[in-house]
């Protein structure tokens, strides 16, 4: 293995930038946000990344690497070895500074959704395997990588008729535990506007904890949807049944 | 030049958004008061987030002779008695309630085959304590709060650096802080406020602790005079991993011992079998970290100077649904599949016990109006901390400290900030950008993880420790003169100024802290005094600010009443004699 590699950063804000190339010595293992810290402590001290954690559990890190929306801190320097690692801020969030982007649409939609109203007082009773799918949305880290991807959000800007997928498997965990009685079908159909998906799945594929965005969250909401809105009574007799 | 400041007033201002802060928030909010949170990242990715293996809770769930009074037992035990009683006994009896509110506010625990909160056993409590979910429980309950509060009228200001408490004569009056992506100013005045920062990790190299953990908060009470109390205890997590070198510190959930999972050295041997024959690899931390630290030393260590340990028998399915993100971490970092083969770990600095001195029931510290809780305040935890029992301190202290601030609120006026005291900070805070020579804070971080590590680690005596107080003193006087590249726009270089100053401070308090007391006892491991004494377990040392450097001065121990002190009489944890009885 080469003993030092070549990171091409992007560097700039608002106003516009390019990227810099920085030459990172390799040690064993080190993941891009490693090569990163040492730019800061050598070459460029002010140099803008968010992370928290280093262990993807916080989702601070979310960049593109090479043309992928990665976490830096989970994505291995040797899995570059003879290229150089190009590294970029999210495409589809307006940029603070270098790697730092603005991310509070997303924060400002979370808070839109209305909150779980639970039927009855806890303690609950709920057995583990009505559960294992809400477990399996919650496990999110707000990486946002998703709605970097998206074609809708990334490609068309349109914000402001689809919240994207993070928004909708935030809904879904709410509109799938077995103990909500809150009712977010008309905002799914409406304004957070769930039909703008086309299923084309790349929120899933780039998912760093793996969930199945697609096939386990957005499709039954669709589906849901489809109910309600083409069979009014068969969607009222499901809620009650939920 | 006249800087645009901007300027908001609160009722309650709660200085950090992990755990601690977001649940003193709530506290405050729901009940009227006009609330803000401030903290250095976004939302919901506070240090909190990544805990991972549980929050201590009596609920009984899996084993129905738990209760609060064992769950005091276990705490104070692992204390070594050094611990606020007062805390450990309502920390126990509030656990259950806060951890069930917690599910009503939407958080998903895993659960037992009948249907109730799961809970998993943990080193050195006495009954299987932990309601978890996976491997991730800290993401749950800081995604629940976060969750909560956007229900709520609470005002967060998200990456947002506090660098100054103001007075007003005597009582709390506010702070000023910066925005990290711009370097603006603002200034908060507020009735109350609460300091939640967490603890000060980073002033070591190799750590579980994120890049918050800088210890704000208690350096800038200390400064404003509040007391600190038993600084010397940092707690050693006994499993980080240890290779590759870059995720040297990253923590492996003391879970994996938790579901069977267990330590041998390069020979083999289980040897905590030998440093605790009843608990073995779930002994308490301090334990089980110098046991691996001791068998190092005597060459049975692993190529990268750990212990191994091994969780392979339990099978791939189960190691998969337990402990996901162990499995993926080490994996994904260090190329080991911990289903097949065993692994590395050492020692990592994981938590400081000590602190913010508090009443046990409001949180208030010694500056009226000034309140703390969760990681950045002492009194819990002692000489050691319980896994799972910072989950569930930040929980039950968070919200105590929140009504401790909202009724302390509710009685005065709206205090005033003196601007000069205004003004002088932000020359000081500017001051780095304008120097065009000075120190590296990026070096003199380094340089303060050298210290601690060589002079204030796992193995402490006399003659280093003085030597440490000496060089971190030099090391003070340096971080008064540092230097930032750059502009004030989102300055990782900037920002870590403030951070080594505050690092540096509290540095300074635990060598103070570990010279004083001379005996080992929990984390505190003296080779020149190498037992744990009588005498030194009636004091906790306590620590102020003066305009001549930091005084230090022992405080006794509250004394246990008689009705707490005799549950540590009965021979056994008090569950189990309780179910003795009755068989
Ligand atoms: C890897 C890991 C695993 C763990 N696992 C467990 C576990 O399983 N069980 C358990 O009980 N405990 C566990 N712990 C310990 C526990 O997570 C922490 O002690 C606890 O979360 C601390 O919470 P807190 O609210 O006090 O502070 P933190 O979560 O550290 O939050 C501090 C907040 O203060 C803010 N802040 C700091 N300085 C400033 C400033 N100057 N201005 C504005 N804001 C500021 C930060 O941005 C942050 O929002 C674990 C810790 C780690 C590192
Ligand atoms: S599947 Fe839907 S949400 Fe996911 S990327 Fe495609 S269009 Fe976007
Ligand atoms: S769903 Fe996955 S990709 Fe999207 S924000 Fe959550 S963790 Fe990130
Ligand atoms: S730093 Fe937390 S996910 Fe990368």
Redesign the interface.
Known sequence: MPDEITLSVYRG?KSGGQEVEYKVPI?????VL?ALHFI??HDA????????????????CSAEINGSPKLLC?T?VDDYVGEVIHIRPMHSFPV???L?TD??WN?EK??QVP??Q?AI????????RD?DR??EF??C??CFLCQNICHVLRDHDAKDRYWGPRLMIRIAE?EM?PLDTGDRLDLLKGAAGVGMCNITKCCTVVCPQGIDITDNGIIPLKERVADVYWDPLGGLVRKLHK | MSEDIAYHEYDVLVIGAGGAGLRAAIEAAENGLKTAVLGK???????T??AEGGVAAALGNVDPQDGWETHFYDTCRSAHFINDYRMAEIHAKEAPDRV??L????A?F??TP????MQRPFGAHSFRRLAH??D?T???II?TLE??I??LNVDVY?EITATKLFKDQERIAGCIAYYR?DGRFAVFTAKAVVIATGGWGKAYKVTSN???STGDGAALAFRAGAELADMEMVQFHPTGMT?????RG??VTEGVRGEGGFLCNSEGERFMEKYDPVRKDLSSRDVVARGIYKEVKAGRGTPHGGAWLDITHKGAAFIKHKLP?MY??LL????VDITKSRFEVAPTIHYTMGGLRVDPYTGATSVPGLFAAGECAAGLHGANRLGGNSLSDILVFGRRAGAGAMEYAKDTKMPKIDDTEVQAEVERVLAPLSRTEGE????LHEDLQEIMAAHAGIERNGQSLEEGLGRIQELRERTEHQM????R??????H?VFDVQNMVLLGEAIIRGAIERKESRGAQWRTDFPDELENQGKVNYVQRLTDHGIELHPEPVPEMPEELARLFKLGMAPGLANSARKE
């Not at chain 1, 040690?27 to 993941?31: D, E, F, I, N, R």
Request: glycine fraction near 10%.
């Open positions: 804000d040690q064993t293992g080190m993941v490693d800061q402590a001290p002010d140099l803008a990344v968010r992370w928290n954690c280093k262990a993807a559990h916080c989702g601070s989970k291995r603070i500074k270098d730092v991310v509070s924060y979370l808070r909150a779980f639970p007082k806890a303690p609950f009773t709920l057995q583990q559960v809400i477990q919650r496990n880290i707000e709410l535990h | 990242s976004l939302l919901g990715k506070a240090h987030v990544m069930l509110e599910e009503y506010w939407g998903v895993d659960r009948e249907g109730k909160i979910v996976g991730r800290g993401k749950e995604r969750q909560k956007m229900t998200q992506e994120s890049w918050e290779w590759p070198p870059g995720a990253i923590l993100g993926e971490q994904s970092l260090a190329d590296n804070p990026y070096k930032a590249k750059g502009s726009q989102f300055n990782p270089g900037w870590g």
